[in-house]
């Protein structure tokens, strides 16, 4: 007897010695201290203060054998180091714990696993996770609080898998937001499997640094299998301040409220693979929540292989980002790739936005833009400015290869470029503005747009802008064809440079009802080496060109065509 009191005091004390690095002295835990390998969690001999824990108690379990969780057991904080706790069924029903803040391998820094076998773990308080958990075969998974992977620096890893097994972090009225990776340099890992379902607040994967400035942990989400869905009632950031990955894979699908940030801070990176028929990233509502890529931090978005993402608006490349020379490099990337594989943006999609952006749409991808899509720079109205603005790159590439908008503006307060090629096309439903636009005469900034169409590709437009007080050009080249209503080229007074368009090389052609060249501002059009410009009229209304005094008008080359039922100089006119 007086042995067994002995050994009972022996290991409470060293579990508390190990303890106390991270423990505040106001608490008194109740360790796990089995008695002859009992595995009975309502035997009181088996806890080191001698009753059994109730739901104010903080519990340590760190000693094997751990206990069985059978039928409903309560406590309050628990820790499990360097052991495995499992919580499962029982004649069919599942077992339930019931607790509160629960650091799972952080107390004592051995690591430990907790397995949610078809049971039941609500967790009410806060989770640190340093070591392992699961959730499978139909577990359930409850917490309210913040959830830390890595907090300390370990290697942490929650997986859950299969259908009807569930993590959901949306119950109480304090939801707090997870951290995958941190705070400190610690690593987590998230998998989301087989038909599983998660539900969160707010997620930060690659999460902050312990202090302002430190080095931040990493962090890796995996959402896998056809129905495996993560919820988030709130925003996503993928590379906060340290590196992050998430992956949507193989039907599943990850949706948010808010805004999904890839790359956040300046210290992230982040990286989106979205790949697989039915995978979906879904942003926002159809009001709010914009998927910015590249916000302050690298960001790259990758959507392949019949993948989509919806999101209401979107960035790509929001602020400057300077290298080690203080040179401006880009910093936000999205790849559509693949037959079936779709960005919808339900309104403007800033590419370039005053930082540096690209989107490479290619093999029979879809950029589809509802409002405007922003190609260097932004859209600041009547404001004036005088600082240059973004870059801005979008090559839409290969057979069945689509961008699909409303206005696309190429070059309004930075540098845009639009080069459609090989087979792709660019269908516009509104304009297409390329160096500066309408309400721009006010800014002084350098704005150059560029749209290019080569080999084969196809433009389709309702009125089209080069040059509205900023440099413009359209390049239409390699058999490519273009379509539009109405075209002004040198369209504000005063004009900071130059408007050209080009039409280029045999089976190229450009068809508008009307054409513009220089009457408000220098313009110039000309046709080369076998293109082709036709100027059609509408049912009623026959097509005319005019070429102003600040304008040009060059037919060179053989074969080269321009044809036009009225054309009124008043500049230059050469054939």
């Not at 952080?106 to 696993?113: A, D, F, L, N, P």
Request: glycine share 18%.
């Amino acid at each position: 007897e007086i042995w067994m009191l002995f050994r009972r005091f022996a290991v409470a004390a060293i579990a508390w010695l190990a303890f106390a690095s991270t423990a505040s002295a106001q608490f008194n835990p109740n360790f796990w201290a089995p008695l002859d390998g009992s595995e009975e969690w309502i035997d009181d001999r088996n806890w080191s203060l001698g009753f059994i824990p109730d739901p104010t108690t903080w519990v340590v379990i760190g000693m094997s054998p751990p206990p069985k969780i059978e039928g409903t057991l309560d406590c309050g904080r628990i820790g499990i180091d360097g052991v495995t706790l499992t919580i499962d069924t029982k004649d069919g029903q599942p077992n339930r714990l019931n607790s509160s803040w629960s650091p799972i391998g952080t107390s004592i820094g051995t690591g430990g696993t907790v397995e949610v076998l078809g049971g039941i773990w609500a967790a009410g308080g806060a989770m640190y996770l340093d070591g392992i958990l699961r959730v499978f075969s139909g577990g359930t998974l409850e917490t309210s609080g913040i959830v830390a992977f890595g907090s300390n620096g370990g290697l942490a890893t929650a997986t859950v898998r299969g259908t009807g097994s569930s993590w959901d972090a949306t119950f109480g009225t304090s939801l707090r937001k997870w951290t995958i990776g941190g705070p400190g340099t610690g690593t987590g890992l998230l998998n989301v499997e087989q038909g599983a379902t998660v539900r969160s607040a707010e997620v930060q994967i690659g999460g902050t640094g312990a202090t302002a400035g430190a080095t931040a942990g990493d962090g890796e989400a995996s959402v896998t299998g056809l129905d495996s869905l993560w919820d988030i009632s709130t925003a996503l950031a993928v590379g906060y301040d340290g590196n992050g990955v998430l992956g949507i894979e193989s039907g599943s699908i990850v949706r948010t409220v808010a805004d999904v940030s890839i790359g956040a801070r300046v210290l992230g990176r982040g990286d989106v693979d979205v790949l697989g028929d039915t995978s979906l990233l879904a942003v926002g509502t159809p009001t709010a929540g914009d998927l910015r890529v590249g916000v302050q931090g690298i960001g790259t978005l990758h959507i392949a292989t019949g993948a989509d993402a919806y999101s209401f608006g979107g960035t790509v490349g929001d602020r400057p980002f300077l290298d080690d020379f203080g040179d401006p490099i880009e910093n936000g990337t999205v790849t559509i790739t693949g037959s079936g594989s779709l960005w919808d943006v339900r309104e403007i999609l800033w590419v370039g936005r005053n930082g540096n952006g690209a989107i490479d749409v290619l093999d029979g991808g879809t950029l589809d833009v509802g409002n405007t899509l922003e190609i260097g720079g932004e859209d600041i109205g009547n404001i004036t400015s005088t600082s240059d603005g973004g870059e801005g790159f979008v090559l839409v590439t290969g057979a069945g290869s689509r961008l699909v908008a409303t206005d696309v503006l190429a070059g309004i307060d930075g540098m845009g470029v639009l080069d459609v090629a090989d087979g792709a096309s660019a269908e516009l439903t509104g304009d297409l503005y390329i160096g500066g636009n309408d309400r721009d005469a006010g800014n002084t900034a350098h704005s150059d747009g560029l749209v290019t169409a080569r080999g084969g590709a196809a433009l389709d437009l309702r009125d089209l802008y080069v040059g509205n007080a900023h440099e413009g050009e359209l390049r239409i080249t390699e058999a490519s064809s273009a379509e539009s209503r109405n075209a002004e080229v040198g369209y504000q007074v005063g004009g900071l440079g130059k408007a050209l368009v080009l039409v280029s090389g045999p089976d190229t052609t450009w068809m508008t009802r009307y054409l513009d060249i220089g009457e408000i501002g220098p313009g110039r059009v000309e046709v080369a080496d076998g293109g082709r410009v036709e100027i059609v009229s509408a049912p009623g209304t026959p097509g005319r060109t005019i070429v102003g005094e600040f304008g040009e008008l060059l037919v060179t080359g053989p074969f080269s065509h321009f044809q036009g039922a009225t054309v009124t100089v008043f500049g230059d006119l050469a054939v």
